[in-house]
């Protein structure tokens, strides 16, 4: 491990600044887009659950579309592909972004709307595992659909699909490393850099490996503490886990 | 801009070649990774202490940690391990598909072994208990009466994972593999046809995962039914 503390080429930061730096990269990019996801991914879940219209047919070709493209071949999408679409002039904007923001802001869009489409799916789930005289009594109380929604159905659905979205959340920490491919510096591409410059793969992988365990344990903490603080004791779907 | 179709077919059949690989990437980790997954799934049960929690720390390590960074582990490992087993000192020098393959069936066995343990506990305690009492051996009792049932019960979810794998494939790009997607990147960059390229991988895995996944719904019906 004294690798860490070892000078970098240029002589002007340790490993470690390399380390944390990646580190950084990975979680705002982790945090940035699991915000996108839920707002979205709520969004359409909810559309798929509508009775009728065009909104639930919109919902099912957005979740059918980012569920079965894999996630680099998206990211090149909003990386490579988008900005030649595009009218020129916003395209080479786009593509004229300072370092590392030209990397952050697609895989940021990329990720927060690829995961957007997994969330869905479990809002979905968790709204329809619902019994069926919640949304009755909504309506003979007279709420609308969006209160109905937002008072009624949602805080009970979040409560029953907690458990498959802590797994969304560790993932979405994994996913951030797919980012490396469009040049983003995050905790996996640093570990191949200090690879390519000290020749330690042990040392520069093991750390990372580590740093990776690390936030795999806190965002489980994290979302554990979320599950029990919000519980319910009548709530059988809110109870306690294995 | 406009997307040139005459790209897309000149590109085709190298295209083709690469999603072969994929295909191949898919069932050596899919066969390799149900077996081994199989295995720590049987690991994880087991009354002795030191192989459940060796089994269980190798599948939430596994776990914790991006496919990519796998890759690189294994990249930059196999060579010296065969080195080493070989006891010639040195690294030695190994093709990409051999990293490969080992390393999705390392990494898919831990998500597999979550899955088939999830089958293993929806069977009623009383198979195992009638296994005992008809005096079968351990793994009798586990290759003809509790294996069958566990994976009937999960299998929807086994293939789903499956198709989640087919799509991991596309990652194996970080080490210059010519996949799929690797065919798709090397043509583009040689001819400067990023969209046509990219456009057309994303369309073929679309067609593939969706067509695959609809498979999946249908089947989860019919076992639905078939167990009522």
């Keep these: ?242 | 801009m406009m997307v040139d179709l005459s790209a897309i077919a000149a590109a085709t059949p190298y295209l083709l070649s690469g999603l072969w690989f994929t295909v191949q990437i898919t069932l050596v980790g899919v066969t390799g990774g149900i077996v081994f997954g199989s295995l720590l799934a049987v690991a994880r049960l087991s009354r002795n202490r030191l192989i459940s929690t060796l089994a269980t720390a190798y599948v939430n390590l596994m776990r914790s940690i991006p496919l990519i960074l796998v890759i690189f582990w294994v990249f930059f490992l196999v060579p010296w391990a065969i080195g080493w087993l070989t006891r010639s000192g040195r690294p030695v020098a190994v093709g990409a598909s051999l990293t490969i393959f080992v390393t999705f069936v390392l990494f898919e066995a831990a998500y597999y072994a979550e899955i088939v343990r999830a089958g293993f506990r929806s069977i009623s305690p009383g198979q195992y208990s009638a296994c005992e009492a008809l005096g079968l051996s351990k793994l009798h009792a586990y290759i003809y009466i509790l294996f069958p049932q566990a994976i009937r019960n999960v299998l929807p979810i086994l293939l789903t994972q499956t198709i989640v794998l087919f799509q991991d494939t596309s990652l194996v790009y970080v080490i210059s593999a010519t996949d799929l997607l690797g065919a798709a990147t090397k043509i583009a960059q040689r001819d400067g046809r990023l969209v046509e390229m990219y456009l057309t991988v994303g369309v073929i895995y679309f067609v593939v995962c969706y067509a695959a996944s609809q498979f999946v719904k249908q089947l989860q019906g019919r076992l639905a039914y078939g167990a009522r």
């Design chain 1, 1 to 242: 491990m004294s690798l860490l503390f070892e000078q970098t080429p240029d002589g002007a930061e340790r490993y470690l600044d390399w380390i944390v730096s990646g580190l950084g990269w990975t979680l705002s990019l982790a945090l940035g887009a699991w915000t996108i996801a839920l707002v979205v991914g709520t969004l359409i879940g909810v559309a798929r659950t509508l009775p009728k219209g065009i909104l639930p047919r919109l919902g099912r070709v957005y979740v059918e579309t980012f569920r079965n493209i894999p996630l680099l071949v998206q990211m090149f999408f909003w990386y490579f592909v988008l900005p030649e679409l595009l009218p020129v002039r916003i395209g080479m904007a786009i593509k004229q972004m300072d370092p590392p923001w030209g990397s952050f802001v697609p895989a940021l869009v990329c990720l927060g709307l690829f995961t957007a489409a997994r969330i869905a799916e479990q809002v979905r789930a968790g709204i329809q595992a619902l019994p069926s005289g919640q949304m009755q009594a909504a309506s003979a109380l007279g709420f609308g659909r969006a209160g109905m929604y937002r008072l009624i159905l949602l805080p009970q659905a979040f409560r029953i699909i907690l458990p498959t979205l802590t797994n969304e959340f560790m993932t979405i920490f994994k996913n951030t490393s797919v980012a490396l491919t469009i040049g983003l510096v995050e905790l996996t591409a640093t570990a191949r850099e200090i690879n390519e410059n000290t020749f330690r793969t042990f040392e520069a992988f093991g750390v990372v490996t580590l740093v990776y365990l690390v936030i795999a344990l806190l965002a489980w903490q994290v979302m554990y503490r979320i599950e029990r603080a919000v519980q319910l004791p009548a709530f059988a779907g809110g109870g306690a886990r294995p």
